[in-house]
């Protein structure tokens, strides 16, 4: 179970140009080939996206956060989803007024979640930036909540869920074959996956940071280079 930015591609400063290595989208097919692996790539992404990014065929897909997933004949859609929907494009409207004079800011529809991206903005912009984006979001904290992230502010469904959700499902549909689970992320949207897979599994925070903060998981890689030769050891 891999997570997409920050894990198989790297960060960069446009969210719509990230993109898998070639290296990299190389050791995913060749590991996805296997019979005894089950790959999922979950994310924060829309499905859609996600999909168009990883482009891999007979893979578990996991978008926004898991409240999208799709798989080898199999679909998912968290019940709540179609008013989610709604609310996220009067939010979007909402954002692009309030934003509109502020130098460096991108929000992305995710369909069931907004993202706003604030990496290009001055720096003495970030917390004004902050107030305008929760004041915005103020009326829509029923159905959607403001969460943190690395450089941006984002709404997700005001729905008790997270990447172990989207873990415990894929879980559960491979139960039977009794797979030995292993997660790779990079974010705090990683840290409950990686919470739930305590004493289950192996799991890898992918941080080139020396003083990286705490992380539930178990090991540490530092590049996506790193990731790409441990894929590879898979194979
Ligand atoms: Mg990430």
Not at 14 to 23: E, F, I, Q, V
Not at 50 to 76: D, T
Not at 101 to 106: A, E, L, R
Not at 144 to 153: A, S, T
Request: some cysteine; overall charge positive.
């Amino acid at each position: 179970m891999l997570d997409f930015d920050g894990t198989l591609a790297p960060i960069v400063r446009d969210p719509a140009r990230a993109s898998l290595g070639r290296g990299m989208a190389a050791s995913l097919a060749r590991l996805a080939k296997r019979n005894d692996v089950v790959m999922a790539v979950i994310s924060g992404r829309s499905l859609a996206d996600l999909k168009q990014r990883v482009r891999l065929a007979n893979i578990y897909y996991a978008g926004c956060h898991g409240f999208e997933m799709e798989g080898p004949g199999w679909s998912y859609l968290h019940p709540r989803m179609a008013r989610v929907e709604t609310q996220v494009k009067k939010l979007e409207d909402r954002l692009r007024t309030t934003l509109a004079g502020v130098q460096g800011t991108i929000i992305e529809n995710k369909r069931y979640a907004l993202t706003v991206h604030y990496r290009r903005a001055p720096r003495k912009e970030h917390p004004r930036i902050g107030r305008l984006v929760r004041q915005a979001g103020d009326p829509f904290r029923t159905w959607l909540r403001m969460e943190p992230g690395r450089m941006i502010h984002e709404f997700r469904p005001a729905v008790a869920w997270g990447k172990d959700k989207a873990v415990a499902q894929l879980m559960r549909r491979h139960r039977k074959d009794e797979p030995y689970p292993i997660f790779l992320g990079d974010d705090v949207t990683d840290e409950p996956a990686f919470e739930f897979l305590k004493g289950k599994g192996l799991t890898i925070k992918i941080d080139s940071d020396e003083r990286a903060g705490r992380t539930a998981a178990i090991l540490r890689l530092r590049s996506q280079r790193q990731v790409m030769a441990f894929l590879r050891s898979l194979t």
